[in-house]
C-alpha cells in the first residue's frame, strides 16, 4: 500500500501521537475510519452503477428491432391498382407495329434426352 512498511507507519503514528496529544488522537482515528468507510461504500455503489448500465446497454444491443419479413416475389401492395378497377383496360395493343415471329419447335434438353435414350434402347434390341 503505497510502498509504506511497518517503521513508516509507527513514525507517523508516533508524530501524530505528538502533534495531536492522546485525548483527541482516537475521535480522529474514529473519523478517519469512518470516512474511508464511506468512501469505500459510495466506490462500490459507484462501480454497481456502472455495470449494470453496460448490462442494460448490452441486452439492449443484443435484441434486434423487429422487422416485418417479406418473402422473395411476394407483391409489395396487396393488388396492384389495375386490379382494383371497375372497367380495366385491355393492356394489349389491338395493332402491333412489329410482325410477331413465328414459332417454331426446337428440341429442348428434356427432348433429347428422351431421343438419346431411345436410340440407345433400340441399339441394345439390335
Known amino acids: 500500500m503505497f510502498g509504506i512498511g511497518f517503521p ?3 513514525m507517523i503514528m508516533a508524530i501524530a501521537l505528538i502533534v495531536l496529544g492522546p485525548k483527541r488522537l482516537p475521535d480522529i482515528a474514529k ?8 468512501f469505500k461504500r459510495a466506490s462500490d455503489e459507484l462501480k454497481q452503477t456502472f455495470e449494470a448500465e453496460v448490462r442494460s446497454h448490452d441486452t439492449d444491443q443484443q435484441t434486434p428491432p423487429p422487422v416485418k419479413l417479406t418473402p422473395p416475389g411476394a407483391m409489395q ?12 383496360e385491355p393492356s394489349i395493343d389491338p395493332e402491333p407495329s412489329v410482325d410477331p415471329e ?7 434438353v428434356e ?11 433400340a441399339s441394345r434390341n439390335e
Open 31 to 38: 473519523a478517519l475510519g469512518r470516512g474511508l468507510s464511506e
Open 102 to 108: 413465328p414459332i417454331v419447335d426446337e428440341p429442348t
Open 8 to 10: 513508516e507507519l509507527l
Open 77 to 88: 401492395s396487396p393488388y396492384p391498382d389495375e386490379a382494383n378497377a371497375d372497367d380495366p
Open 111 to 121: 427432348t433429347a434426352t428422351v431421343e438419346t435414350a431411345k436410340k440407345s434402347e
